[in-house]
């Protein structure tokens, strides 16, 4: 009933950075929070950043400062704008969106990853 695409995803340089969105669509009737994962190879996902439908935000400590989310509701979007970058941020970067959708259901969404290499 919903989908969630990631885009913004590449290859960078250390130091650099790059924007994250994250849309979803499908018969929305609300989303709550808006997250960010990542994986890293051999390593379990982590919550990198969220955002909350009131626009509270919180985030790793080791991105704290770096990265920023945020949220267009109008759109259905997320976005991760991510400074700074560093070898260590390689991973795959997923969104998780808590939907409400017009049947009334609510339920949690992943959308299926974007990959993201910093080069040192």
């Known amino acids: 009933q919903v989908q969630l695409v990631e885009s913004g995803g590449g290859l960078v340089q250390s130091g650099g950075s790059l924007n994250l969105s994250c849309v979803a669509s499908?018969?929305?009737?609300?989303?709550?929070?808006m997250d960010w994962y990542r994986q890293a190879p051999g390593k379990q996902r982590e919550l990198v950043a969220g955002?909350?439908?009131?626009?509270?935000?919180n985030y790793a400590d080791s991105v704290q400062g770096r990265f920023t989310i945020s949220r267009d509701n109008a759109k259905n979007t997320a976005y991760l704008q991510m400074n700074s970058l560093k070898p260590e941020d390689t991973a795959v970067y997923y969104c998780?969106?808590?939907?409400?959708?017009?049947?009334?259901?609510?339920?949690?969404?992943w959308g299926q990853g974007t990959q993201v290499t910093v080069s040192s």
């Open positions: 998780k969106f808590d939907v409400r959708v017009r049947t009334g259901w609510r339920d949690v969404y």
């Open positions: 499908g018969r929305i009737s609300s989303i709550y929070s």
């Open positions: 955002i909350s439908s009131g626009g509270s935000t």
